[in-house]
């Protein structure tokens, strides 16, 4: 079983794994393979923070942003929204 972030901010079980990555404490979402990501959890501290969704409208859904690292078009998309 995988504990995923719901819709609702909530952990849920799942037996399918995450195909999105975040972090609890900065609401961001991104892709597994992210380096940004990827850099951070090797120099510790961001595993704890560390949060999985199903897909990406759950990860909006329950309030994250996408990553501006490895989601640039998602994140420019995000970014007009929030400017309006």
Known sequence: MFTLIGADGKPCESEVPGTLGGNRRGRVYGRLDCPSALRAIRQGGYVR???????????VAAGYRPCGTCMRAEYAAWKAQVAR
Do not use: C, L, N
């Open 49 to 59: 923070h560390r949060v999985f969704f199903a897909d990406e409208p759950t990860a």
